[in-house]
T-cell receptor
Framework: SQQGEEDPQALSIQEGENATMNCSYK?????LQWYRQNSGRGLVHLIL?????REKHSGRLRVTLDTSKKSSSLLITASRAADTASYFC???????????FGGGTRLMVKP | GAVVSQHPSWVICKSGTSVKIECRSL??????MFWYRQFPKQSLMLMAT?????????EQGVEKDKFLINHASLTLSTLTVTSAHPEDSSFYIC??????????????FGNGTRLTVT
């Protein structure tokens, strides 16, 4: 069953703007991961944040995690047209390496 | 590193035939592989967990006799859609976990297989 819910489902912004996507989950976790999927392709891992971490950065990506609210956010700064893709959060739900994916946010960055 | 190759990338078959999809980890040993199904503009639905040398664990609602999974080696898992029907048309994606990187290491995904059953 799908644990995570993502918000918004779709987001359209101009190049150079920041994009923020949110993810909520239901059970306790060891970690939360964000993945990117280009249309018709597999998923690419972006970043992993552990349950004892609150914020993590990787290049133009910033991820936050609030375990009390069971939520996470992914911020992409200074977006580019090449960032156009679907973004999914995934949680392990204490089930080791088995992940449950959220519904995804479809991001479109217009040049 | 950590490349997962999925083949074929697309396949069209006639109703009633069977289709085999392969998932290979090219540069690492995958103790566990996962098979997902994805409908257009939707998330990934886990179908089954495949462990090398043992039977796959299927998610609730997934017919194990219809979606046969074999994980015969540490680098290869196959999904066979048997007696395919048009409603089996979907995007199937595999992923693999590196056993040597700990349980919280990321999954590595194949590029998916677009199956169309006519």
């Amino acid at each position: 069953s799908q644990q995570g819910e993502e918000d918004p489902q779709a987001l359209s912004i101009q190049e150079g703007e920041n994009a923020t996507m949110n993810c909520s989950y239901k059970t306790s976790i060891n970690n939360l991961q964000w993945y990117r999927q280009n249309s018709g392709r597999g998923l690419v891992h972006l970043i992993l944040i552990r349950s004892n971490e609150r914020e993590k950065h990787s290049g133009r990506l910033r991820v936050t995690l609030d375990t009390s609210k069971k939520s996470s956010s992914l911020l992409i700064t200074a977006s580019r047209a090449a960032d156009t893709a679907s973004y999914f959060c995934a949680t392990d739900g204490n089930a080791g390496n088995m992940l449950t994916f959220g519904g995804g946010t479809r991001l479109m960055v217009k040049p | 590193g950590a490349v997962v190759s999925q083949h074929p990338s697309w396949v069209i078959c006639k109703s009633g035939t069977s289709v085999k999809i392969e998932c290979r980890s090219l540069d690492f040993q995958a103790t566990t592989m996962f098979w997902y199904r994805q409908f257009p503009k939707q998330s990934l639905m886990l179908m089954a967990t495949s462990n090398e040398g043992s039977k796959a664990t299927y998610e609730q609602g997934v017919e194990k006799d219809k979606f046969l999974i074999n994980h015969a080696s540490l680098t290869l898992s196959t999904l066979t859609v048997t007696s395919a029907h048009p409603e089996d048309s979907s995007f199937y994606i595999c992923s693999a976990h590196r056993g040597d990187r700990g349980v919280d290491s990321p999954l590595h995904f194949g590029n998916g297989t677009r199956l169309t059953v006519t």
